[in-house]
T-cell receptor, first 114, second 116 residues
Framework: EAGVAQSPRYKIIEKRQSVAFWCNPI?????LYWYQQILGQGPKLLIQFQNNGVVDDSQLPKDRFSAERLKGVDSTLKIQPAKLEDSAVYLCASTTNDRFDEQYFGPGTRLTVT | AQSVTQPDIHITVSEGASLELRCNYSYGATPYLFWYVQSPGQGLQLLLK??????LVQGIKGFEAEFKRSQSSFNLRKPSVHWSDAAEYFCAVGPTRSGGYQKVTFGIGTKLQVIP
């Protein structure tokens, strides 16, 4: 079974530029999460999708971050414009509808904003 | 609101020694508890989870954890550490949201260093 795929793995941009990250969850997983992991901290949930609908985006900075999961499969997270404090690893995870199931994480995208 | 405390940011142990990583949680009802491990440059991998039943939970790679409701703790243990265990370990707590969607809150992590 293929795992959660993310691309790119690394990205360096200047502040005020835009960037997009892509995630393809495990086949059949209805729930998809985007986390932000700043160095020295645990993952912080940015947005959670159930199929193509948003379940929770309460911690997503909506003035600059956006995310979509149009067909209920893969997802894109965008930052526009980026700030220095957006430097972090962006993790994508997916899980089934079973509330007892674990979350399966991708390898993450390390973003550096200069 | 639920929260997780991992009081040890960094721990160093000798290879072959025993290991205990501490985790305390705050949650109003019976929590769902998880331990994840993150190797450098990798995503998180589940080590073990507790939902109900036996309070001593066995996981992968020889890890176990014990749920102690009276202490609001879910400490991770391993009797003999291997060099490959060097990684960062995250404790997480979660209820199910209304409607059954899973959501967890992660601690800040404990970085484990293993010395020969």
């Amino acid at each position: 079974e293929a795992g959660v795929a993310q691309s790119p793995r690394y990205k360096i941009i200047e502040k005020r530029q835009s960037v997009a990250f892509w995630c393809n969850p495990i086949s059949g997983h209805a729930t998809l999460y985007w986390y932000q992991q700043i160095l020295g901290q645990g993952p912080k949930l940015l947005i959670q999708f159930q199929n193509n609908g948003v379940v929770d985006d309460s911690q997503l900075p909506k003035d600059r971050f956006s995310a979509e999961r149009l067909k209920g499969v893969d997802s894109t997270l965008k930052i526009q414009p980026a700030k220095l404090e957006d430097s972090a690893v962006y993790l994508c995870a997916s899980t089934t509808n079973d509330r007892f199931d674990e979350q399966y994480f991708g390898p993450g995208t390390r973003l550096t904003v200069t | 609101a639920q929260s997780v405390t991992q009081p040890d940011i960094h721990i160093t142990v000798s290879e072959g020694a025993s290991l205990e990583l501490r985790c305390n949680y705050s949650y109003g009802a019976t929590p769902y508890l998880f331990w994840y491990v993150q190797s450098p440059g990798q995503g998180l991998q589940l080590l073990l989870k507790y939902f109900s039943g036996d309070t001593l939970v066995q996981g992968i790679k020889g890890f176990e954890a014990e749920f102690k409701r009276s202490q609001s703790s879910f400490n991770l243990r391993k009797p003999s550490v291997h060099w490959s265990d060097a990684a960062e370990y995250f404790c997480a707590v979660g209820p199910t949201r209304s409607g059954g969607y899973q959501k967890v809150t992660f601690g800040i992590g404990t970085k484990l260093q293993v010395i020969p």
